[in-house]
T-cell receptor, first 109, second 112 residues
Framework: GQNIDQPTEMTATEGAIVQINCTYQTSGFNGLFWYQQHAGEAPTFLSYNVLDGLEEKGRFSSFLSRSKGYSYLLLKELQMKDSASYLC??????????WGAGTKLIIKP | DGGITQSPKYLFRKEGQNVTLSCEQNLNHDAMYWYRQDPGQGLRLIYYSQIVNDFQKGDIAEGYSVSREKKESFPLTVTSAQKNPTAFYLCASKKGRTDTQYFGPGTRLTVL
């Protein structure tokens, strides 16, 4: 079967760094996406990885290891507005997205 | 402004009634999707359409129906056959096979 695992909830302090992990087992792999979703709102696209390595975009970075079926999202210089759920999604061999349940990130002052 | 719109944002219906959720996009995207989101769960695919007049069932299509008569529009009907219709419904679209999906603001449906 297809499976994507992320921690349910994480807590971090304003100004700090946090790493949100995602492991996956899917039928085929055509890229991994990270989305941010604030409570009651739609997901918004953050990053995309299809090759191994680190993609950096401002305060956010995303890493992929295809051989390990593993990705992480790294958030630096945390701000209160980063409090949200972070969704990991893998595009499978049919080019459909398989979604993790999301990680709720709580930022404390 | 280009984007994806869903209306209404909140919808209340009595049990046993069919209800249609609207999704419109002016991004010239070919593919459109309907997802359902429940607390503590990932997004689950209901239906998707890659071209006009064609659509496929997703993982949880039972109790739902769709149409794709225009490229811009992909309405979702939640029928009385859907056992647990209360949820947050998200519409998404993308241009091509390898492109990123973008989401509308969502409709929160509550069946009383």
């Amino acid at each position: 079967g297809q499976n994507i695992d992320q921690p349910t909830e994480m807590t971090a302090t304003e100004g700090a760094i946090v790493q949100i992990n995602c492991t996956y087992q899917t039928s085929g792999f055509n890229g991994l996406f990270w989305y941010q979703q604030h409570a009651g709102e739609a997901p918004t696209f953050l990053s995309y990885n299809v090759l191994d390595g680190l993609e950096e975009k401002g305060r956010f970075s995303s890493f992929l290891s295809r051989s390990k079926g593993y990705s992480y999202l790294l958030l630096k210089e945390l701000q209160m507005k980063d409090s949200a759920s972070y969704l990991c999604a893998v595009r499978d061999s049919n080019y459909q997205l398989i979604w993790g349940a999301g990680t709720k990130l709580i930022i404390k002052p | 402004d280009g984007g994806i719109t869903q209306s209404p944002k909140y919808l209340f219906r009595k049990e046993g009634q069919n209800v249609t959720l609207s999704c419109e996009q002016n991004l010239n995207h070919d593919a459109m999707y309907w997802y359902r989101q429940d607390p503590g769960q990932g997004l689950r695919l209901i239906y998707y359409s890659q071209i006009v007049n064609d659509f496929q069932k997703g993982d949880i299509a039972e109790g739902y129906s769709v149409s794709r008569e225009k490229k811009e529009s992909f309405p979702l009907t939640v029928t009385s056959a859907q056992k647990n219709p209360t949820a947050f419904y998200l519409c998404a679209s993308k241009k091509g096979r390898t492109d990123t999906q973008y989401f509308g603001p969502g409709t929160r449906l509550t069946v009383l």
